[in-house]
């Protein structure tokens, strides 16, 4: 029997989500918005973070810092992350982030679970703006 990672997520709080649901809602929303896209945090825990972040085909998160740590799962769709290089990043594929200035941009109607630290001691969490 497959399994499948997405039928539910632990929240800060311990209560489980229903990603797939999630997904497809956020994606269907993005789609329809006049921006474009559409975010939902899942997880808020301390300086942990996870957002479901939906993009329409075209659409582009301008330049911005990114925080002390931080991944990009993409769930659905294709995306390219630029800052020094860029960087495609498919269906089923995970990246660490770099600590540079960066965008994303999808190449098709996308959604990715970004996954953030907003704090480490000693580091703000944009430093180098």
């Known amino acids: ?13 311990g209560k489980a989500m229903k990603i797939n649901e999630m997904v497809h809602q956020l994606l269907d929303d993005a789609i329809a918005a006049d921006n474009g896209r559409k975010a939902e945090i899942v997880v808020s825990d301390g300086p942990l973070r996870q957002t479901l972040i939906a993009l329409r085909a ?6 911005h810092n990114s925080p002390p740590a931080a991944s990009i799962l993409v769930l659905k ?3 390219i992350v630029s800052g020094v290089e860029s960087t495609p990043i498919g269906e ?7 600590h540079e200035r960066h965008s994303v941009k999808a190449v098709e109607d996308s959604i990715f679970l970004l996954t953030t630290v907003t704090s480490i001691p000693g580091q703000g969490s ?3 703006a």
């Open 77 to 79: 769709g294709d995306v």
């Open 126 to 128: 944009h430093d180098g």
């Open 58 to 63: 075209g659409i582009e998160l301008a330049p």
């Open 92 to 98: 089923g594929s995970i990246i660490a982030l770099t």
């Open 1 to 13: 029997m497959a399994s499948n990672w997405c039928n539910g997520l632990t929240t800060g709080e």
